[in-house]
């Protein structure tokens, strides 16, 4: 075989592989679009729903206090009546001493 003969068939196979390599790495980067798109979505939602739990978090920690400061008070206020109400004296049979 004459050289450019050679150098004709090593440009062929050569334009060839580049082209497959170019298709395939073009398909590698379409799906890495793709997954970074649906990380981003997955990150919004996540992003969403934590900002939701933190509401309701909110919601049960206020409701938690305002439950606790009723109890004190009903706590407080049975306290102050059982040491202002009028004590009764016991009292004790007495016999009719001779």
């Known amino acids: ?20 390599v170019t298709v ?12 970074l798109k649906d990380i981003r979505n997955i990150s919004e939602v996540v992003s969403k729903e934590s900002r939701n739990f933190a509401d309701d978090t909110e919601m049960v920690r206020t409701s ?14 049975f306290i102050k009546a059982r040491e202002y109400a009028p004590r009764r004296r016991s009292h004790k049979s007495t016999k009719n001493e001779p």
Request: hydrophobic share 70%.
């Open 64 to 77: 938690i206090k305002a439950g606790l400061t009723k109890l004190f008070h009903v706590i407080v206020s």
């Open 24 to 35: 395939l790495i073009t398909v590698a980067l379409i799906y890495i679009v793709l997954i």
């Open 1 to 20: 075989m004459t050289s450019i003969m050679q150098l004709d068939i090593f440009f062929f196979i050569t334009t060839i592989a580049v082209v497959i």
